[in-house]
Nanobody
Framework: QVRLRESGGGSVQAGGSLRLSCVAS????????MGWFRQVPGKEREVVAT????????YYTDSAKGRFTISQDNAKNTWFLQMNSLIPEDTATYYC?????????????????WGKGTQVTVSS
């Protein structure tokens, strides 16, 4: 069974940085999409960034562009979200997610496997 585990969340002041990690265990086959999502209570879960294992192509939501970087270490089934210049609007529960068996690019939804979430709080 595929299991995902996030780590690296915490509380920081505006302008600070955090690095989130996601480690996947269990069997994976072929190429995969790896993503980071976030959710605030009462709001829809939204995609933050995705990365495709096949070619390393990435997607960022507009608010993350220029501040966040998603990266991968496929040999370790691990991916990361480096978050810089954090602002209070980034406060949310962050989830890593995976979608297996992709042969091209990554969507922003329909991910199959999810972590339990890690809290990120940015104070002003």
């Amino acid at each position: 069974q595929v299991r995902l585990r996030e780590s690296g969340g915490g509380s920081v002041q505006a302008g600070g940085s955090l690095r989130l990690s996601c480690v996947a265990s269990g069997y994976t086959y072929g190429q995969r999409c790896m993503g980071w999502f976030r959710q605030v209570p009462g709001k829809e879960r939204e995609v933050v960034a995705t990365i495709y294992s096949g070619d390393g192509s990435t997607y960022y939501t507009d608010s993350a562009k220029g501040r966040f970087t998603i990266s991968q270490d496929n040999a370790k089934n691990t991916w990361f979200l480096q978050m810089n210049s954090l602002i209070p609007e980034d406060t949310a529960t962050y989830y890593c997610a995976a979608l297996l068996g992709r042969d091209h690019s990554c969507p922003t939804e329909y991910y199959t496997f999810w972590g339990k979430g890690t809290q990120v709080t940015v104070s002003s």
